[in-house]
């Protein structure tokens, strides 16, 4: 694959391209859905294909095919480099893309366990066990669904700058939900793991347990109440801090939305921010989590990236592009959902760093407020600068003390407002569940995380 | 090689491989997009995507498998895997049966020739014209639009010796203006999607997010209490795809995961409130002549003048509750993937019109609240939808006044399907729902005032 990469990317700038990458993937995965003690489909994906994109003068092509002949990336090629000039013809801002590092290396994700060499047996009788450790903790647990996926495949990313990367990635993930039943109520709860790795992570204790939590989470939940609405102190936990972190921050800071004239935090850089306590980081070098990744998907290495660092503004996550148009390095944040697909900056493991607060002494500090646990999604527009998500459950906060449970409480914000009313960080920090985030029709897998984190005028969502 | 040839050729090929049933579903889509950032074209791109998706089916266990080609030693693969991992899951006998072949009704309205003979040149000409549109005001910063052209050929096969097969085209646009005034910054969107080339579309998408961008600098914040609702077509099909089109998938009934368990025949609405599920809308994104399963594609009344009045049955659940299948098994919406195993879906939800123009229904609701926008999705076990107000307007003398900062607004779903006192007369098509606006009389909202 590595030879006929070369050969496309020299046929790409033979034809006019003043830059050329392409990512061709080869791989195969399974995905086995268990429904109330039944397998509902099991799943096995191959796929392979390439997606070659050129760069004329401001404007970009893209090509993708499914055929690996040699002919047929060729014809890719032909096909965004054209695209590319008919885009540029009409391009009004021009730019270039700087001359970056040729990168040479193969990397293979740790895997101790190849899930390819895992019986597909083995692995419906894993998630029958989810599915039957939720059934089995209490009649009131009425419909359950577990599931797993893997992943494994060979990605080549080459680029006119002479880089070629062959990446060896393998992922899995289980995940369950749980829907109990109490008279005319239903509440549902789950619970997930994943992460880069082999079949090994289904193994472990936590992975074996997440039926379990998913099941406890719904029953709770049946004497729980529907939120109240209005502006509460919220102390959020280590996943609505990470969600916190990802949806309120995190977006705002990618550079496409920046060059776009789509952020508020546009020309913002060295500007306060956030409470002095607040640090904001996203790194895709964090081992064993979803988001992992060594090199992004245009064969920058990953690093690092300090968003915001006690309050202030430290910078945004870059591709090649926005690198060489905002005249800084690039910093490796560009990614693709798969081979079809062109990379966009994203996130990877995103958290808030923590503070000095015991999570105990945080709740009785707080007179009356919102204990805001758990994630079910959340989302920003960054030219709007608001943002909200949704909690799995919350409990009232009466003088220091927890109280009544809620479900369902959506929170919301303003960007620039929101980590300017942080009034205390525990010293809690964990990563936690890891999630999928969606933008420009593109999924990828990231991790979030913090520590407890206490915010004073958050809008909560809720029915009464 | 046609692609029903190579569809009826696999599911021999399975059935060989000792499956007991199967469907094979080949496709192969062609599509090009344009995209604009901050005026200026951005990206052109091009793909082809064909691929095999196979189901075999034994003991009642499903399989699925596909593979991104149409090669013999692909397809042979895919076959084998596709029934082996049938045979590792569990037996199910609630399974009764893939669809016997029916005769599919012929409609209208689901290729145009002139999506398929589309070119970049072409998509780049019109992007820009939707930015022109979008950006002419001096209180416009940025222009992002994008336009997408799809064309798919669908070959659907199964082990009973049903074939059919179709030509699917969609046309979308979107555009988005980002405006500024002094420190205030807002952004306004719209967008159409349709199996036809609609050129009406790129100016009205352009226009509308224009204004929207606009309109949204002058802001204010209101104070948490409950306030009449009227809700833009762009929000009600946001949360209708969820609350109706998921509430009544009868996967979802049958397991008691859905607040309309067990409401069948029940008022969940006001009178005034008709839903049907219209697969055989003309140039409708959700339109098609069969569904997933080969099922003749019909319309299926679910909410029948406030009383719930149909599930969403796919094959697999029409059986376990030994009802016809409504023919609402899935493989996507506008265009058709081999990538994923079917399931249920609506195709067009399509909401009755009332008689109430948008001036009576805002002129009616002083005082209340305009939400055109939110990503929100309900909570479909517990029937309670709470979400931002992400675009939303006061309501004062009459007319929508500045926009509001940082509001959620939360309802039981029976609820606000029950308060719909008013419904507009004309409808609009987003997240494949048709309906008009309507007013919800009473909601919780959240304020930051």
Not at chain 1, 55 to 72: I, P, Q
Not at chain 1, 449 to 460: C, F, L, Q, S
Request: hydrophobic share 35%.
């Amino acid at each position: 694959m590595e030879d006929l990469a070369q050969k496309t990317i020299e046929h790409a700038t033979g034809l006019g391209a003043q830059f050329a990458d392409l990512r061709i993937e080869d791989s195969q995965g399974t995905n086995i859905v268990v429904m109330d003690g039944k397998t509902k489909t099991v799943t096995a994906r191959l796929s392979k294909g390439c997606g070659v994109r050129a760069f004329v003068g401001g404007a970009w092509g893209f090509s993708v095919t499914n055929d690996l002949s040699l002919k047929s990336l060729r014809l890719a090629a032909e096909s965004a480099v054209r695209m590319a000039k008919v885009a540029e013809s009409r391009a009004k801002i021009k730019f270039e893309i700087e001359c970056g590092k040729a990168e040479h290396a193969t990397e293979v994700y740790r895997c101790d366990e190849r899930p390819g060499e895992i019986s597909v047996e083995e692995k419906v009788g894993f998630v029958m066990d989810l599915d039957k450790s939720m059934k089995s903790i209490n009649p009131k647990i009425t419909s359950t669904n577990a599931r797993y996926d893997d992943f494994e495949g060979i990605r080549i990313v080459a680029n006119s700058f002479g880089t070629l990367l062959r990446t060896e990635d393998t992922w899995t993930l289980g995940a369950c939900s749980a829907w109990a039943k109490d008279g005319e109520v239903i509440q549902r709860g789950h619970h997930s793991v994943g992460s880069v790795g082999g079949y090994e992570l289904m193994r472990q204790e936590d992975s074996i347990a997440i039926g379990r939590t998913a099941a406890e989470q719904a029953l709770r939940l049946l004497d729980s109440k529907p939120a109240p609405a209005g502006k509460f102190t919220c102390i959020l936990d280590n996943v609505m801090t990470g969600l916190l972190a990802h949806e309120a921050f995190g977006h705002a800071c990618e550079a496409d939305a920046i060059l776009q004239g789509a952020s508020v935090l546009e020309g913002r850089i060295g500007e306060k921010v956030a409470s002095d306590e607040i640090s904001l980081i996203d790194d895709p070098r964090v081992e064993g989590s979803f988001g992992y990744f060594s090199y992004d998907w245009e064969g920058v290495p990953s690093s690092k990236h300090v968003l915001i660092e006690n309050g202030i503004l430290k910078g945004f996550l870059h591709n090649l592009e926005t690198s060489s148009r905002m005249g800084i390095p690039p910093n490796g944040s560009a990614r693709s959902e798969n081979y079809g697909s062109p990379p966009i900056i994203r996130m990877s493991n995103t958290y808030i760093a923590g503070g000095d607060w015991d999570r105990e002494e945080l709740i009785r500090d707080t007179p009356d407020g919102l204990l805001i646990k758990g994630a079910q999604y959340g989302y920003v527009e960054p030219s709007k600068g608001q943002f909200m998500f949704k909690c799995d459950e919350a409990y009232e906060i009466v003088k220091g003390e927890l109280g009544q449970r809620y479900r369902d409480a959506s929170l919301s914000g303003v960007i620039l407002e929101v980590l300017g009313h942080v009034s205390g960080l525990a010293n809690d920090f964990k990563m936690t569940d890891p999630g999928y985030c969606g933008k420009h029709g593109q999924s990828a897998r990231t991790t979030d995380g913090g520590p407890h984190m206490r915010i004073d005028e958050v809008v909560v969502g809720g029915l009464t | 090689m046609t692609l029903a040839y190579l569809s009826e050729e696999t599911v021999k090929a399975v059935m060989r491989l000792g499956a007991d049933e199967c469907d094979v579903i080949v496709a192969q889509t062609n599509s090009i997009s344009v995209e604009i950032e901050r005026g200026s074209v951005k990206q052109a791109s091009s793909s082809i995507d064909p691929g095999v998706g196979i189901r075999a089916i034994s003991g009642g266990s499903s399989g699925f498998a596909f593979c991104t080609d149409h090669e013999p030693a692909s397809i042979k693969k895919t076959a084998e895997l596709a029934v082996s991992l049938a045979k590792s899951g569990t037996a199910d006998t609630d399974f009764r049966g893939l669809p016997h072949p029916s005769k599919p009704k012929t409609i209208s309205g689901l290729f145009d020739p002139k999506v398929a003979d589309m070119t970049p040149d072409a998509g780049v000409e019109m992007i820009s014209r939707v930015a022109d549109v979008t950006g002419d005001d001096k209180r416009i910063t940025s222009v992002m639009a994008g336009l997408g052209m799809s064309v798919c050929r669908v070959s659907l096969a199964n082990s009973h010796g049903l074939v059919a097969e179709q030509e699917l085209s969609s046309f979308d646009v979107f555009a988005e203006a980002v405006a500024h005034s002094n420190s205030t910054m807002f952004s306004g969107f719209d967008g159409s999607s349709s199996r036809r080339l609609d050129l009406s579309q790129l100016d009205s998408a352009g226009l509308s997010a224009r204004e929207h961008a606009i309109n949204g600098l002058r802001q204010t914040k209101i104070e948490t209490g409950d306030y009449a609702i009227v809700v833009d077509p762009l929000a009600a099909g946001m949360i209708l795809a969820d609350a109706i089109g998921g509430g009544t998938n009868a996967e979802a009934v049958q397991r008691k995961r859905s607040y309309l368990t067990g409401k069948m025949g029940q008022m969940i609405g006001s009178e005034s409130i008709t839903i049907v599920d219209d697969p055989l809308l003309q140039w409708a994104v959700g339109s098609t002549s069969f569904d997933g399963e080969g099922t003749a594609a019909r319309p299926t009344t679910l909410v029948d003048s406030g009383r719930l009045s149909s599930y969403l049955y796919d094959s697999y659940t029409a059986g376990k509750d030994s009802v016809e299948s409504t023919g609402n098994s899935s493989r996507g919406g506008a265009v058709w993937s081999y990538r994923h195993p079917p399931s249920i879906s609506t195709s067009n939800l399509v909401v009755k019109n009332g008689s109430s123009s948008m001036d009576e229904m805002i002129k009616e609701s002083d005082g209340g609240v305009y939400l055109r926008v939110t990503f929100d999705h309900p909570n479909l076990a517990t029937g309670e939808f709470s979400g931002l107000m992400m675009e939303s307007y006061v309501i004062e003398d009459g007319a929508l006044g500045p926009s509001i900062r940082q509001s959620t607004v939360g309802i039981g779903l029976i609820e606000l399907l029950s308060r719909i006192d008013m419904i507009g007369r004309e409808s609009k098509d987003y997240f494949g729902v048709r309906t008009p606006a309507f007013r919800i009389s009473n909601a919780r909202v959240a304020g930051s005032a």
